[in-house]
């Protein structure tokens, strides 16, 4: 069962706006509608950012945004702060009843 | 408020089992799945499978086949994940997650079980 590829790095400076993709297949990204987004700052627990795509859990910031072409999500961040320094997952339901999630992506915030 | 705690670290041998617990409280117990993900030292999150907290029913990541078993204790409100035989590798951060199937997100976590093992 393979992660769903994410960039392993990206940086940006205070203000700019990044995008993170996460790709996967047709079985997965691709084939529903189920991409959540986590944030996890070093020694915490993931944070769901985004679900369903593009819908926002209440209290996260509207800098945050979801999108999805054929098998690729995208997370954006825009107007970007220190805060927003860390580690984002994918994750999409894959068939059957199985989940996957991405590699992983550390945001630099210069 | 939701949440969920989880059992604290554990040091293990190769080849020996680990049990870890995952408390859940603030709602209806048998109402949602559980889900187990593991994060390996400086590792990205990978899914381990689920339990059915209602029916008991478990779905396994297929490499974990064989050697994870997931129970739960509904009037203990606990869901349980045990490792078998194992190895320096499954040296990692183990967490726990309800998932909301629809919308469908993984909210919240548990604060995640370190477990070791030594080579």
């Known amino acids: 069962q393979s992660a769903l590829t994410q960039p392993a790095s990206v940086s940006g400076s205070p203000g700019q706006s990044i995008t993170i993709s996460c790709t996967g297949t047709g079985s997965d990204v691709g084939g529903y509608n189920y991409v959540s987004w986590y944030q996890q700052h070093p020694g915490k627990a993931p944070k769901l950012i985004m679900y369903d795509v593009n819908r926002r859990p209440s209290g996260v910031s509207s800098r945050f945004s979801g999108s999805k072409s054929g098998n690729t999500a995208s997370l954006t961040i825009s107007g970007l702060q220190d805060e927003d320094e860390s580690d984002y997952y994918c994750?999409?339901?894959?068939?059957?009843?199985?989940?996957?999630f991405g590699g992983g992506t550390r945001l630099t915030v210069l | 408020q939701v949440q969920l705690v989880q059992s604290g670290a554990e040091v293990q041998k190769p080849g020996a089992s680990v049990k870890i617990s995952c408390r859940a409280s603030?709602?209806?117990?048998?109402?949602?799945?559980l889900h187990w993900v593991r994060q390996a030292p400086g590792q990205s999150l990978e899914w381990m499978g689920w339990?059915?907290?209602?029916?008991?029913?478990?779905k396994y990541a297929q490499r974990f086949q064989g050697r994870v078993t997931f129970t739960r204790d509904t009037s203990a409100t606990t869901a349980y994940m045990e490792l078998s035989s194992l190895r320096t590798e499954d040296t990692a951060m183990y967490y726990c997650?309800?998932?909301?199937?629809?919308?469908?997100?993984?909210?919240?976590w548990g604060q995640g079980t370190l477990v070791t093992v030594p080579s």
């Open positions: 339990i059915n907290n209602g029916n008991g029913n478990t």
């Open positions: 994750c999409s339901y894959r068939s059957s009843d199985t989940w996957v």
């Open positions: 997650a309800r998932l909301n199937w629809n919308p469908n997100w993984f909210d919240p």
């Open positions: 603030g709602y209806t117990f048998p109402a949602y799945d």
